[in-house]
């Protein structure tokens, strides 16, 4: 038990731990009116409390038993200690990798979180459309499916249409990317709440939780989620989606949910116009819910407190050493890229980092200060793009590592247009003849003319990632690539 003071401009409130203490919680469980929980599921007393504290009929009527309110004689001691304390300073705000501690979307990563275990920090409350229309400006709450696309213009796109849909997108194929189906695994409840969240925000009565097919454990918590939660007007419907990372490209996604095969659409009419069945259809990110239903249940300036005020908060990253094994880890965005690797092991030796996912960019050691924003990462070179971070050691040939890459973007294909169903496969076998000394200074200007002319090209966005992470081999590893012209990988000669 903590028995700080935390101020307000308009009340003093006695802190509790609420995940400590006898009663496990349950005094806000049982009166969310008299206790709040902050951002680390620590639960505040509100001035009502006093009253709460000094009435036992009063907490027997609500089903407080004696031993489940260890709060009650904190209370009364803090009650009789306010007059003699004064009220201490306001914390400094805490820099990046500074004294925040984020544990705002991950909780606790070794089990699943139960509906009650959310409801104790403050999720699955009610909510108002005019309140939820604001939070998504208040709070700075962008995308984490890659593009980073503001919220609140997503949703002002769909409001106000006829029986619009909206579904959470957690087709997540690519490889070293796993932060969607850890929440749907591990925080199914809070995934849910955002999917709720934003529909009753734009008016929506039908919803969708795409998830892989081989994304057994998420599939299987977020059913089981999904029917313990069944009984009001909204009606949320699980889809499985099939195992190609085409598939989770927002156009195809909606061709799935409809019964055809994962193809992506040209826009304009976009999904906000013409989606699902014809309907408005807003998709967002399952981690992008996630960060909603955060920042409802702890108010977006609670929720601004970490980060910078471009990047608020903390997102949830993959990382680890290139192929795996991987970790899921929820990091402060503002925090450097050098310092987050150190802290994970994996800054010694490491030759270069795909920083944003397969879609995302190289860099160079000299480039490992880059702030973990979307910003900072765009002028070193890479992007947030998925939040995957992937360190390539000294075994690892950069080269080699980009032919893989441009290689898997070519064979995940939706086959429609030809600069990616054949330019990438013949990008990727001349990288793989750079990288066997069979390629020479010409193949080397046909891949550099093809990548760069690449961008905005064909129906969907698949081609751009594969020509932002090749170009970001040419121009950060050009001598690397300019010895494997003359004779292949020099770690092989």
């Known amino acids: 038990m903590d028995r700080r003071l935390a101020t307000t401009t308009e009340q003093v409130r006695f802190r509790v731990d609420a995940t400590r203490c006898d009663g496990q919680g349950v005094c806000v469980l049982v009166a969310p009116e008299l206790f709040e929980l902050d951002r680390y599921g620590l639960a505040y007393v509100t001035p009502d409390g006093d009253r709460l504290a000094a009435d036992d009929e009063e907490i027997r009527a609500r089903g407080l038993e004696a031993d489940a309110m260890c709060p009650r004689n904190a209370i009364r001691e803090e009650l009789a200690a306010r007059a003699a304390a004064p009220p201490p300073e306001p914390a400094p705000a805490p820099e990046p990798g ?86 749907m695994a591990h925080r199914p409840y809070a995934v849910l709440d955002g999917l709720r969240l934003a529909m009753r925000a734009v008016g929506a009565a039908l919803g969708y939780v795409a998830v ?16 313990a939660t069944r009984g009001d007007d909204l009606e949320i419907r699980v889809q499985r ?111 270069a980092v795909l920083v944003g996912g397969y879609a995302g960019g190289l860099l160079t050691p000299d480039r490992l200060d880059a702030a973990l924003t979307p910003d900072a990462l765009r002028a070193a070179g890479a992007s947030l793009g998925t939040k995957s971070i992937q360190v390539l050691g000294p075994d690892d040939c950069p080269v080699r590592v980009v032919a893989g890459i441009v290689r898997y973007f070519g064979e ?51 081609p751009d990632g594969a020509a932002r992470v090749a170009l970001s081999l040419l121009t950060g590893f050009a001598s690397v690539v300019a010895a494997h012209a003359g004779g292949g990988c020099p770690d092989l000669r």
Not at 134 to 154: R, S, V
Not at 214 to 224: M, V
């Open 98 to 183: 500074g004294g925040f501690a984020p544990r705002l979307l991950l909780a606790d990563g070794t089990k699943t979180e139960s509906l009650e275990e959310w409801r104790a920090a403050g999720g699955w409350r009610d909510h108002t459309p005019g309140a939820l229309l604001d939070l998504p400006d208040q709070a700075g709450l962008a995308g984490h499916g890659g593009a980073g696309f503001p919220t609140a213009e997503k949703w002002r796109r769909v409001i106000g249409a006829d029986r619009p849909v909206v579904v959470a997108n957690g087709s997540e194929r690519e490889p070293g990317t796993e932060k969607d189906r850890h929440l």
């Open 412 to 462: 995940q294909t939706a086959g429609q247009c030809p600069p990616c169903s054949r330019g990438l496969p013949d990008m990727a076998a001349i990288l793989d003849d750079l990288d066997g000394g069979r390629g020479g200074a010409a193949a080397l200007a046909e891949l550099e003319t093809f990548m760069a002319t690449l961008s905005g090209r064909g129906v969907c966005r698949l």
């Open 241 to 351: 989606v099939p195992t190609r990372y085409v598939a989770g490209e927002e156009t195809a996604l909606l061709s799935v949910i409809e019964g055809k095969d994962p193809l992506p659409r040209i826009r304009p009419p976009y999904p906000s116009d013409v989606g699902v069945f014809g309907r408005a259809t807003l998709v967002q990110n399952v981690e992008t819910l996630v960060h909603l239903a955060v920042a409802a249940a702890i108010g977006a300036e609670a929720y601004r407190s970490g980060g910078t005020p471009g990047c608020p908060g903390s997102g949830v990253f993959t990382i680890g050493r290139f192929g795996g094994p991987f970790e899921v880890a929820e990091i402060e965005f503002g925090r450097s890229l050098a310092g987050v690797l150190d802290d994970h092991g994996l800054l010694d030796g490491a030759r």
């Open 212 to 227: 892989d097919e081989d994304a057994h454990e998420a599939a299987e918590r977020i059913t089981a989620a999904v029917e």
